[in-house]
Each structure stands twice: as C-alpha cells, then as structure tokens.
C-alpha cells in the first residue's frame, strides 16, 4: 500500500523509496515530496534510521522534480483538487481542457489558464533532457535466468555470467535493491523480478534451491 499524500506527490514517487521506507519517513512526518525537500537531514537520520547519505540523494532528486505546487497560485487546497481529478503533474495540468477541469476544482477559467501556461512552460524546459533516456535492453526468457541459493544467485544474461547477486526477500524491499548494480527481489507471493540496467524485469525465468539442495550447501556437502 502507498503512502499517500494530501495534495502533493507522496514520497514514493521517488526512485529507491519503496513502501518501507515511505512508512518511515511518514511517521517522521515526511509524507510528500515538497516536504522532504526541506527536511533537516540529520534530524530526519536520527528520527527514521536511514544514512544522512541516502536522505540527500534523495533531497537532491525531490529538489529537481517539478510539482503542482512549484506554480504560482496553486497551494495545498488547489493541488489536492486536481489531485482528486487525476491530474498530479505540470504536464498532467498542460493537457487538460480547460472549461472542464475549472467547474470541476471550482476555479475561474482566467485563473486556471494562466497554470496551465505555465505548466506548458515548464513541460518545455524539461523536454531536452527527457531525449537523453537509454533504451534499456530487452531481457527475458530466451537470454536470461536466475538460479537463487540462500541469499545469492548466479544470474546469466546474454551468455555473461553474475555470481553472488544479493537476494532481497519481502515487499518494501525496492528501494535497497535499486541501489545495487543487479538484484533479486522475491516478494511475499514468492513472484521473483531482476534490477538490472536501471530497471526490473520481471519475465526472467528462476530457478530456486530445493529442499535437499539446501541441506547439502548448509552442511557443505
């Protein structure tokens, strides 16, 4: 379950903040995105338990993301109204027509034109960057496969082979695993996923040690 925010982006919108470490930074009340940008970062340590280093990286990402609220005129009040009409970014807010949405957040078409200049405009200004993404490569069942063991696997991709591939267990477990180069992640429902060049890929077949297989490397048979 996400952590849900009033009105602004909730935390986990953050890329290596999964659900266990929103509820943490929830309870220290740190519940979106705007909030977070201005958190005391020691403080935020001592309350939550997360590395100073983790909460400034990702400080720094909530800094460089673009928000409802970052728009003139649009407070707490306005933002949770678009929220509630599935509109939750500037470029969301570009695309909208216009005599609709404002009988329906109950604002004047003036007003609501002038965010919607606004959020064009910086829809614009991030437009290069988004050009520069990487196509990640397609990796699945014909060039792929994960033979887990305790709490490592060996993971083939396109014929190169990764030993001793950290396995993480449970949900919530995310945003650990991101951090890593390449991961294993089993969720409570047993379903595995693979972290790999920058994203999951949940099609690649696994193959997961058996009872005897598991006493013989405990006793170092």
Partial sequence: MRIQSVGNMDV???KGIGRQYGKKLSKAGVKDVASL???DIEQTAKKT???AERLEKWQQ???E???LTDISGIGPTYSRRLHGQGITTPEELAAVDICATAKDIDVSEKRLEKWVERA???VEAERPRAKKAVVAETIGPDNASIHIKGDTATVTIKGTIHERVPVF???GMEGIAQEQKIAVNVDSAGDTRLWFN???HINVPAEKEGFLDKVKRMLGI
């Fill in 12 to 14: 986990t919108s953050i």
């Fill in 37 to 39: 940008r201005n958190i």
């Fill in 49 to 51: 338990g997360i590395p």
């Fill in 61 to 63: 990402h909530a800094r």
């Fill in 65 to 67: 993301m673009q928000l």
């Fill in 120 to 122: 064009r405009s910086m």
């Fill in 169 to 171: 267990r449970g949900d």
């Fill in 198 to 200: 920058g994203q999951w």
